[in-house]
């Protein structure tokens, strides 16, 4: 059981160690997805799970919800964005997080591609194959999607005015039902996958379009 807790809340030690403590989003990514990776490949590779089904309503069910969040995520911040966040206390923080220059491009690659796929993986394969087996589907559906959504806080905390920093956390514990109920229905990660690719996608277009 102590296992299980720390694999749970392990992410969020890595986001608050390189985001709180050293401020560093470079540091952050290493931390978090080196986390995220390891215990990944360990217990996919210990049990041999391979839910990567793809079929046709695998990949629509991902496109359709994931254009979805993308619409939800810019049009509620384009329309908000004079009262969630302040721009020049965001653009310094940024700053000082070492999310500037040269390390944009790849951060952002690294958010679009890179972190769909591993927090799927982390989330809704392993976490939940973890704890569908003692719990059921629908409570670890809920426990991942809440240990998922935690970590967030941290980095939203920082960006949004209250109290949007906390509002801010609702969606992506939605998000995380979701995606875990994709999982749970159609036996593979790649709807979620798809769909978590288009939603981060859409919160990249509001830092190149809103706030960079």
């Excluded at 089904?53 to 995520?73: D, H, P, Q, R, Y």
């Excluded at 003692?134 to 935690?150: D, E, P």
């Excluded at 998000?175 to 859409?202: C, E, N, Q, T």
């Amino acid at each position: 059981m102590s296992k299980l807790l720390l694999l749970l809340i392990g992410p969020t030690i890595m986001i608050f160690l390189g985001l709180v403590t050293i401020k560093s989003v470079p540091i952050t990514f290493i931390l978090f997805y080196g986390w995220l990776l390891l215990f990944s490949l360990y217990n996919l590779r210990k049990k041999h799970q391979r839910n990567l089904i793809v079929n046709t309503k695998s990949i629509l069910v991902g496109f359709i919800s994931g254009l979805i969040c993308l619409s939800a995520v810019y049009g509620t911040v384009y329309f908000l964005k004079s009262s969630v966040f302040n721009l020049t206390e965001l653009r310094e923080l940024l700053i000082e997080w070492n999310f500037t220059g040269a390390n944009v491009f790849w951060l952002v690659l690294i958010l679009i591609f890179v972190n769909p796929i591993l927090e799927e993986i982390y989330w809704r394969e392993v976490m939940y194959g973890e704890l569908e087996s003692k719990l059921g589907a629908t409570t670890s559906i809920t426990i991942t999607a809440f240990f998922y959504s935690l970590y967030h806080l941290l980095s939203v905390y920082f960006i949004f005015s209250f109290p949007f920093n906390l509002l801010a956390v609702l969606p992506v514990f939605l998000a995380g039902l979701m995606w875990g109920f994709f999982r749970y229905k159609l036996k593979s990660i790649i709807a979620p996958i798809i769909s978590h690719v288009l939603a981060d996608l859409g919160i990249m277009l509001v830092y190149i379009n809103l706030i960079h």
